[in-house]
């Protein structure tokens, strides 16, 4: 978006997005947000009243970018619904080794540090969630034809989110992406187990 068109209200989401991500959202503050959009108290203050509305219109932001900032630019090009999976997961592990292992899932780190958030900001941050499975599920449905007709599709978009979300934390802990890649190998794994028994399976 072209500096010009760009409200103040955008450049507080924006800079509150990059600082809650990188500081944390309780080591944030305000004054690190106006420092940041270089606007003065009173313009913060006529968009949002607190910041926990910042945190709001954050994950609202996340929500509704969720496929032109992530899903889309991850599945250019690549049409198999399963590699679609992995695609979007090696987007991951580019930001992991892009921060030499400082990455952090924005979304999962947020839910982490929030253990005790208020009902809105929780959820936000499940829809969050939901809106990503729900990319996986997709995925899953359209490759129903190479998988068990009885595949609990959600269940398996869960443990696709779970082991995206382990592998990064671990990655960032250990500052070593090959805990990432061997949690991604193992699902790599089970996708092909799980595509070889509907082969193996007899026909009715």
């Not at 080591?27 to 690190?32: E, G, K, N, R």
């Not at 952090?104 to 780190?109: A, D, K, N, T, V």
């Not at 802990?173 to 090959?178: K, L, M, N, S």
Request: negative net charge.
């Amino acid at each position: 978006m072209p500096p010009q068109a760009r409200t103040s209200r955008d450049r507080i989401v924006e800079a509150a997005m990059d600082l809650f991500w990188s500081k944390g959202y309780n080591s944030t503050s305000i004054a690190d947000i106006l420092s940041r959009t270089q606007l003065n108290s009173g313009s913060l203050y006529h968009a949002f009243p607190g910041k926990q509305d910042i945190l709001i219109a954050v994950l609202e932001a996340y929500r509704e970018g969720l496929y032109p900032m992530l899903v889309t630019p991850a599945w250019e090009g690549v049409e198999d619904p399963v590699e679609r999976i992995f695609a979007l997961l090696a987007f991951y592990r580019r930001a992991i080794v892009e921060t030499d292992c400082a990455y952090g899932c924005p979304i999962g780190s947020l839910a982490l540090e929030l253990h005790e958030a208020d009902p809105v900001v929780r959820d936000l941050l499940a829809v969050n969630f939901t809106g990503w499975t729900g990319a996986i599920e997709a995925c899953l449905a359209d490759a129903a034809d190479r998988l068990p007709p009885d595949l609990d599709r959600k269940a398996l978009a869960e443990l696709v989110l779970t082991t995206m979300e382990g592998g990064v934390m671990q990655a960032r802990t250990h500052r070593d992406v090959a805990y990432f890649d061997r949690g991604i190998a193992a699902l790599r794994h089970y996708f092909d187990l799980l595509t070889h028994v509907e082969e193996r399976a007899p026909s009715a």
